[in-house]
């Protein structure tokens, strides 16, 4: 039986979105379970703001950039130091889509 599985990122004793995308590339995690990440608040928040004042996309626009640039972070194997306009923008096109 499928589960869907929220796992929670930002934590504020460390746990980021590059330990979280580690664990779910491990290997190690049941494979019949839908998982999907919550927060990246930080890279959410900077995609949103970019997206709003500097481009300016409007308010869904901008909070679908928002939504992607945490996607980008949590992907990057760095976290969001790892993150690129062009990652983001690969996952903005995939949102859009959806």
């Known amino acids: 039986m499928s589960c869907r599985v929220g796992i929670t990122l930002g934590d504020q004793a460390g746990i980021g979105p590059e330990i979280v995308r580690a664990a779910l590339a491990s290997g190690r995690l049941p494979t019949d379970a839908q998982y999907s ?19 300016g996309f409007d308010f869904a626009q901008a909070v ?15 976290g969001t130091r790892g993150v690129t306009a062009a990652l983001i923008e690969r996952f ?7």
């Open 37 to 55: 990440t919550i927060g990246a608040g930080d890279a959410m928040h900077a995609g949103f703001a970019i997206a709003r004042w500097v481009r």
């Open 64 to 78: 679908r950039y928002g939504q992607a640039a945490a996607a980008a972070s949590v992907n990057s194997p760095d």
């Open 92 to 98: 903005f096109v995939e949102l859009a889509r959806q």
